[in-house]
């Protein structure tokens, strides 16, 4: 099983950015999606999930309206993807993409990592 995270960079305030995190291995159709942060001298914190199978979604307060989870299941590869909109510079940290068989705010939920790809949003 690989999760492999990418789309990440360096934005002004106000930009975009979106990630996409491929997904192999195996089958994820009963698996919740998610993205977690994490930002210099932080714990790593819930930003978005789903549901793959229903396309529920969930996000954190602080990207609410901001963020949005998607999913493309029509190719080889499953990728769950994240469109971030009007970025902050507390926005800035290593995102990771993870999998899990019940969707939690809580990285310990979660079985399967991706690498993590870095955004910086500078003011």
């Known amino acids: 099983v690989q999760l492999q995270a990418s789309g990440g960079g360096l934005v002004q305030a106000g930009g975009s950015l979106r990630l996409s995190c491929a997904a192999s291995?195996?089958?994820?159709?009963?698996?919740?999606m998610g993205w977690f942060r994490q930002g210099p001298g932080k714990e790593r914190e819930f930003v978005s999930a789903?549901?793959?199978?229903?396309?529920?979604?969930?996000?954190a307060d602080s990207v609410k309206g901001r963020f949005t989870i998607s999913r493309d299941n029509a190719k080889n590869t499953d990728t769950v993807y994240l469109q971030m909109n009007s970025l902050q510079p507390e926005d800035t940290a290593v995102y990771y993409c993870a999998a899990g068989r019940v969707l939690r705010t809580t990285p310990s939920a979660y079985n399967y990592w991706g690498q993590g790809t870095q955004v910086t949003v500078s003011s």
């Open positions: 789903m549901y793959w199978s229903t396309g529920n979604t969930y996000y």
């Open positions: 291995g195996r089958t994820f159709n009963n698996d919740a």
